[in-house]
Nanobody
Framework: EVQLQASGGGLVQAGGSLRLSCAASGFTFDDYAIGWFRQASGKEREGVSCTNSRGSTYYADSVKGRFTISRDNSKKTVYLQMNSLKSEDTSVYYC????????WGQGTLVTVSS
C-alpha cells in the first residue's frame, strides 16, 4: 500500500522553528518528486515546496528563505525545516507526490501563535 505520512507538527511561537518529516512506503521512492502542501482553515490547499530525487528544489514565494526541503532516499523520508515561522504559516501540512496523487494522507497541524 502506498503511504506518505507527515509528522512533526505542533504549536510554536512566531519566529520559532519546526521540522516536519514525511515517511514514504509502498512505492519506488527514488522515482518520484515529493512535495509539501498546506491548507489553512477555509482556504484552498497550496504547494509549499518540493524536491526530486536529484535534489532539485522548489519553494513558494511565501516561504523562500525560511523553509528548507531535503530528502534522504535511503530512509525514504522528506523533511521540511521551517524557520522564522509566521502566524500565516498556520495550516495542516501534507506531503504527497508532485504532481500529487489523488489520495492524501492525514497531514500534520502546525499552529504558529503570534
Amino acid at each position: 500500500e502506498v503511504q506518505l505520512q507527515a509528522s512533526g507538527g505542533g504549536l510554536v511561537q512566531a519566529g520559532g522553528s519546526l521540522r516536519l518529516s514525511c515517511a514514504a512506503s509502498g512505492f519506488t521512492f527514488d522515482d518520484y518528486a515529493i512535495g509539501w502542501f498546506r491548507q489553512a482553515s477555509g482556504k484552498e490547499r497550496e504547494g509549499v515546496s518540493c524536491t526530486n530525487s536529484r535534489g532539485s528544489t522548489y519553494y513558494a514565494d511565501s516561504v523562500k528563505g525560511r523553509f528548507t526541503i531535503s530528502r534522504d532516499n535511503s530512509k525514504k523520508t522528506v523533511y521540511l525545516q521551517m524557520n522564522s515561522l509566521k502566524s500565516e504559516d498556520t495550516s495542516v501540512y501534507y506531503c504527497n507526490a508532485n504532481p500529487p496523487w489523488k489520495k492524501w494522507g492525514q497531514g500534520t497541524l502546525v499552529t504558529v501563535s503570534s
